[in-house]
């Protein structure tokens, strides 16, 4: 059941598909949603006097309309959890088997993850051997990963792309085995990009 963007209109279109289920008996109510022993009890009172008779058919028949309509937001919500665990499966899928090597940060720079490719090309850092499984690098600092001169450049790029809430991409070089705070980075470069999720409470790192 497709919903409005209006929430007017989806509050119309819901009420008009319950009345129509309830007329064809095409409704199935579910047992999550069911009147109390006092409403009923009250809806037998009226509708068995001739004075409030068509009162209470007519508060039957609102309530009825009610439970279908709960019903079908019902399914609506398992059905929209259904598919945004699916959109989550493939994203995570997809994240997992990029070529590129990908990272998730905090805000404070700290990996919180990274995908099989990232593994194997910091490797070194986990004391991981070729013929085992890569080993995550979270808790890390990002920077840890780059280069000593690369690091100002990194810190430099990344505020801007926070600053102007745009991608940023730049060149850097990493860290290497062997590599100490005063000696010599590889001369491989990398391409870095940096992406902000929507609610900037998350950073995304792509080398390639």
Same mark, same amino acid.
């Given at each position: 059941m497709a919903k409005p963007n209006d929430p007017s209109q989806f509050t119309a279109s819901l009420r008009q598909l319950a009345e129509q289920q309830l007329r064809s +008996? /095409? #409704? !199935? %109510?579910? /047992? #999550?949603? @069911? #009147?109390s022993a006092d409403a009923l009890a009250v %809806?037998? =009172?009226l509708s068995s006097a001739g004075n409030t008779a068509s009162d209470g058919l007519k508060l039957l028949h609102e309530l009825q309309v009610h439970q279908i309509e709960l019903d079908l937001q019902l399914e609506q919500l398992q059905q929209n959890e259904h598919n945004v665990n699916h959109e989550f499966a493939c994203y995570q899928q997809f994240f997992d088997i990029n070529p590129a090597a990908c990272f998730i940060l905090g805000t404070d720079g700290i990996i919180t993850k990274n995908n099989d490719a990232a +593994? =194997? %090309?910091f490797a070194f850092l986990t004391d991981a051997r070729p013929e085992q499984p890569c080993r995550p690098l979270t808790g890390r600092s990002f920077l840890s990963l780059l280069s000593a001169s690369c690091r100002p450049l990194f810190v430099a790029a990344l505020a801007r792309a926070q600053r @102007? !809430? !745009? =991608? #940023? /991409?730049?060149l850097v070089t990493t860290a290497s085995a062997n590599q100490s705070e005063n000696t010599k980075a590889s001369e491989d470069s990398l391409r870095l990009t940096i992406?902000?999720?929507?609610?900037?409470k998350a950073i995304l790192i792509m080398l390639t």
């Open positions: +008996g /095409t #409704a !199935q %109510l579910s /047992t #999550a949603f @069911n #009147a %809806l037998y =009172r +593994g =194997r %090309l @102007n !809430q !745009q =991608r #940023a /991409t730049l992406s902000l999720s929507p609610d900037h």
